[in-house]
């Protein structure tokens, strides 16, 4: 709680849609392609490349597919949550994904989307934190910084190259449950800090 985010992941969302060949599951399916029976080995796949290490996700966010239980599914599709800490992670994770290829013959792939927000990397915050830290020292406080999981308009302004130190705001903890909350007692502090660093640079 309070940490100052030196480094964000960037973030994007990816479509995944497979083309199948719809038949009758019990009449002809031979003739068919279940493209939910691809989607799955792609998913599969794609969950491989999880590397919490390196701070790269892929979650496969919603799947759906299909129309009845007798119907070979002639469509298929998942909605994937990127997310990166490294440039070099976010290429290489794109590139992949538009490089699948079916494994059943006859099936196709589309992939859209992809990342929309660049990795804010701490190389793009380290001098303001330590100035911050140095600051927050003289005013009786302590500092610390993390890595946050989530993107932030920080993303975007470290993207374009300007030096860009975010979570100043409230402290709190909880974030998109039912008990998040901000520590009303720290905003004083915080306020005085923002308005030090500001004045500072």
């Excluded at 992941?9 to 003739?31: D, F, Q, T, W, Y």
């Excluded at 790269?56 to 994937?80: D, F, K, Y």
């Excluded at 660049?118 to 915050?125: D, I, T």
């Excluded at 975010?166 to 449950?177: F, R």
């Amino acid at each position: 709680r309070g940490l100052l985010k030196t480094a964000r992941k960037g973030v994007g969302e990816a479509e995944l849609i497979v083309h199948g060949r719809a038949s009758h599951a019990g009449l002809a399916p031979e003739e068919g392609i279940n493209a939910i029976h691809e989607l799955a080995q792609q998913l599969a796949r794609i969950e491989k490349w999880n590397d919490f290490r390196r701070g790269v996700t892929i979650n496969a966010g919603t799947v759906e597919g299909g129309t009845r239980t007798n119907v070979i599914p002639e469509c298929a599709r998942a909605v994937l949550d990127l997310r990166a800490l490294h440039v070099s992670d976010v290429r290489r994770l794109e590139r992949r994904l538009h490089s699948l290829r079916p494994v059943h013959q006859g099936a196709r792939i589309e992939v859209t989307g992809g990342f929309n927000r660049a990795p804010l990397e701490r190389k793009m915050s380290a001098t303001l934190f330590a100035r911050a830290d140095s600051l927050a020292a003289q005013m009786g406080l302590r500092l610390g910084e993390c890595t946050a999981g989530g993107g932030s308009d920080g993303n975007f302004t470290a993207a374009i190259g300007i030096p860009t130190l975010d979570g100043l705001g409230a402290v709190g903890d909880g974030a998109h449950s039912s008990h998040e909350h901000v520590l009303i007692n720290t905003m004083p502090a915080r306020a005085a800090l923002l308005a030090s660093l500001l004045a500072s640079v």
